[in-house]
């Protein structure tokens, strides 16, 4: 049994997030948060950065170092982190404070790297003085040196589960060392007793494998996270993969391509690659070390799509304010110094000569595809099936390709099937999953239309109709350049251009066209009658009519991941980090926090279906208490469903939902009953001196006094002007300076000298050369009614006189007050 390894070049349309520019600040360290969308930069200026790359923008700067930075690490389950530089200095730092907590000295020179223990309370060191220091943080001693090494040590890192450390140094050595003999002496998972460094005994640490074979300077060494595996980087422009045991270490690979010293090298905690840089100016990704028992150094390595020499293109925003402003390449530009892997997600992240870059190296969104009552997806090399009515899963087939896209036509039991970023396609059925596929060619987009057919972008004018047995049946030309291909509804075709989004046949007719941002539209969900549509980009959702008239956009400061339209019509999407949801009014609000990205599938009533980064399927419950519960459920009974099934609260929402919807209207009756329906006074008295009703608001204000309301009457004396009334109310509530100011300015000489003989001291009363005069609401331009509306009058009707229509308005108004009466119960 083999191991084999092959090296290939990051996708070049791989999903990255986000670009931090640095002010040319070179970042030499860095180490993502275990839980919260944070990045730690550690800078040559001697400035630590703290980072959100959710929300694109700088949270704290720590600043107490004397020279360059070089280490950086944050706590798993703390909100500690630690940082060594060129002061000889190892800092511990609160994330929350600009301050740092303590300071531990003892090397000799340049700290390179710190890292902190799994379990316990230590923080290894490495330093140019040519030892490893392990230190007690909460002890705040040195516990441990490791000496050994004949130059500058430049990184040193414990295991992740057992009692090792690995150390790199420019005696182009690694060198492993067993740390069980200091686990055997702490006393406590605090190590509470001070240790002295008489205290040092030689079994506290020993050597246990020296890793010799390159030929410069060892620059980063990395376990792996799961496999007795190690990597190493060097100055010799190579790295080197190590297997261990218990009683020996030996080289299995040399990976070679870089063209210059490699800086940085890790194994991804998610997925089976490793990620190198280097200052040649290029990351590269080596992938595919297959897990088997025993290894081999006799292998040959593979070059996949990757000539040597060629630096890796990552395509990447250029972060500015939280927006997009535009495209940036990494290639001849900046050295790349240090590395960084999620430990819990799929993200990576590289230090350059002026920022940082968090990117994924392979796709991390799953293929799925949803047809009526289940889901096809994509897990690994996998095809599954998901039952919505009964959440079963199952194997469809095996896919050693993989899969990027899917397309399904479920009259034929069909899968379309987007293998590699190239174009390559699959046509398959899945009723014969041992059948070989057959292979339509390379494309740069293909999607079926029919139940029989399937087109395919074949060049960025031209469009192929392919049937079932992967024969061409038509083409046509389009007049504009596309590079992508959506469904829109059997016999359209939606195509992507540079500037619009247009809407087509498959005669190549025009239909329809919407302009949008160049290349912003990534994916594209159709609600379920097809009457609407949304065009998701990667920060923002524009939801349109099947003809492509725009409706309303939604513009986040995330990155949108997915969406589906209930059975309604009401639009529920996610971002990196929440569920939300937007009405067809353009609303929008959150439904609850995601820990990590998910990727909606389908919704039914109250239950959302998700879809993670590794092809697990969820499903989420909306509760029915919440807010924007609340709202989703009140237009789907607002809609005419089942109104015995509609809670007290939902239809509270619906009534003000049909207020909202009145007012926009201009029916001001039909608003006046919702906002009496449900108690809503504020809005009533509001809408009351908008429109002039004071007689209404007068006996609005009577009824908060019945009801002990004193805001709510005081707001109502305010909006009528009723000076008299607002002194009473702050007698009563015991406000008699107020009382006394408000008597004194308005003229009310009696009450004055009243409220003054209680107060005694007086307060000092502004002198101003005009009379006081009342803030009173600007008067309306029409009181009370509609607004006035046109109407189409039909042969032998009349325009009605003011009495006819008075006497219509209050025939309106009992009717508006009996069918929400009906609706509320």
């Known amino acids: 049994m083999t191991r084999s390894i092959v090296v290939s070049k990051c996708e070049r349309k791989s999903e990255s997030r986000t670009v931090i520019n640095t002010e040319k600040k070179r970042v030499y360290g860095l180490s993502f948060h275990y839980k919260r969308p944070w990045i730690l930069a550690s800078l040559d200026c001697g400035e630590i950065q703290l980072w959100d790359y959710h929300k694109e923008c700088l949270i704290r700067r720590f600043g107490e170092h004397q020279g360059p930075v070089y280490g950086v690490d944050l706590h798993k389950s703390t909100n500690l982190f630690v940082s060594g530089g060129d002061d000889r200095k190892i800092m511990v730092w609160d994330c929350y404070k600009s301050q740092s907590l303590f300071t531990l000295q003892g090397h000799g020179d340049i700290i390179r790297t710190v890292q902190f223990h799994h379990e316990y309370p230590w923080i290894v060191s490495a330093s140019d003085d040519k030892t490893v220091r392990i ?55 605090a190590d509470a007793l001070p240790r002295s ?35 190493s980087g060097s100055d010799d422009n190579q790295l080197k993969l190590w297997e261990m045991d218990e009683t020996r270490a030996w080289e299995i690979k040399t990976l070679q391509g870089h063209t210059n010293n490699v800086s940085s090298v890790i194994f991804h905690a998610k997925q089976d690659i490793i990620v190198s840089n280097s200052e040649d100016k290029s990351i590269r990704v080596w992938d595919d070390i297959e897990q088997t028992a025993n290894l081999t150094s006799r292998q040959e390595m593979k070059l996949r799509s990757y000539p040597p020499g060629h630096p890796l293109n990552l395509q990447a925003a250029r972060f500015g304010s939280g927006m997009i402003t535009s495209s940036r390449t990494f290639q001849e530009e900046e050295k790349f110094w240090s590395l960084a892997a999620h430990p819990e997600t799929n993200l990576l992240a590289a230090g350059h000569d002026s920022g940082i870059i968090i990117f994924t190296a392979k796709r991390v969104r799953p293929a799925f595809v949803v047809s009526n009552d289940f889901l096809i997806y994509a897990k690994g090399h996998e095809l599954r099936r998901y039952e919505f009515s009964n959440q079963s899963d199952s194997h469809i087939m095996r896919l050693p390709s993989g899969a990027r896209t899917l397309s399904y036509s479920p009259e034929k039991d069909a899968l379309l099937i987007s293998t590699n970023p190239d174009g390559q396609y699959e046509l398959r059925k899945l009723s014969e999953p041992t059948s070989p596929p057959l292979y339509p060619g390379n494309y740069q987009s293909a999607v079926f239309v029919t139940p029989n057919r399937f087109a395919a972008l074949e060049d960025s004018r031209k469009v192929l109709l392919i049937d079932l047995h992967n024969k061409i049946r038509s083409n046509f030309s389009l007049l504009v350049r596309a590079d992508a291909v959506f469904y829109a509804g059997t016999g359209y075709l939606l195509c992507r251009s540079e500037h619009q989004l247009l809407k087509i046949d498959i005669n190549g007719a025009f239909v329809a066209a919407l302009k949008i941002p160049s290349g912003s539209v990534r994916h594209v969900v159709w609600s379920r009658d097809m009457e609407s549509v949304a065009l998701l980009s990667k920060h923002s959702i524009r939801v349109a009519t099947k003809m492509l008239v725009s409706q309303c956009f939604i513009e986040e400061t995330i990155l949108v991941d997915s969406a589906a339209f209930d059975e309604i019509g009401v639009l529920l999407y996610t971002t990196l980090s929440h569920i939300k949801y937007c009405l067809p009014n353009g609303d929008i609000g959150t439904i609850q926090p995601l820990e990590v990205p998910m990727y909606i599938t389908k919704v039914c009533g109250d239950r959302v279906f998700l879809l993670d980064q590794d092809g697990r399927n969820g499903v989420v419950t909306i509760d029915q208490s919440e807010e924007a519960s609340v709202k989703l459920h009140s237009i789907w009974r607002v809609k005419g469903s089942d109104s015995s099934r509609l809670s007290p609260v939902a239809a509270e929402s619906a009534t003000e939902l049909l207020a909202y919807e009145s007012l926009r209207k201009g029916n001001i009756l039909s608003a006046e009953v919702s906002y009496k329906q449900t108690r809503n006074f504020e809005r009533l008295s509001f809408l009351y001196s908008a429109t002039g009703n004071l007689p209404k608001l007068s006996e609005l204000m009577k009824t908060a006094e019945a009801k002990s309301n004193l805001s709510f009457q005081l707001q109502s004396a305010l909006f009528l002007g009723d000076v008299e009334e607002r002194i009473r109310i702050l007698e009563k509530t015991g406000n008699l300076t107020l009382a006394y100011t408000t008597a004194s300015v308005h003229g009310l000489v009696d009450v004055a000298e009243r409220l003054a003989n209680v107060l005694g001291e007086l307060p000092t009363l502004p002198i101003g050369k005009a009379a006081p005069s009342l803030l009173m609401p600007p008067r309306p331009v029409m009181c009370g009614g509609n607004w006035p509306m046109i109407a189409a009058l039909g042969q032998g009707e009349e325009v009605m006189g003011d009495e006819e229509s008075l006497g219509q308005d209050e025939e309106v108004m009992r009717a508006e007050e009996s069918n929400v009466a009906r609706v509320s119960t």
């Not at 943080?137 to 690995?166: D, E, M």
């Not at 205290?199 to 060892?218: E, N, P, R, T, Y």
């Open 135 to 189: 230190w007690n943080w909460q002890s705040r001693n040195c516990i441990c040196v490791l000496t050994g090494h004949n130059s500058y040590v430049k990184s040193a890192s414990f295991h992740p589960t057992k009692y090792l450390v690995l150390s790199a140094s420019m005696d182009c050595t690694v060198r492993i060392w067993d740390i069980g003999g200091l686990r055997k002496k702490t006393l406590s998972p």
């Open 197 to 231: 460094s008489q205290m040092f005994s030689g079994d506290d640490a020993i050597v246990k494998h020296l890793l010799q074979g390159h030929a410069a300077g060892v620059n980063s060494a990395s376990f792996h996270p799961t496999l007795p595996l190690i990597v």
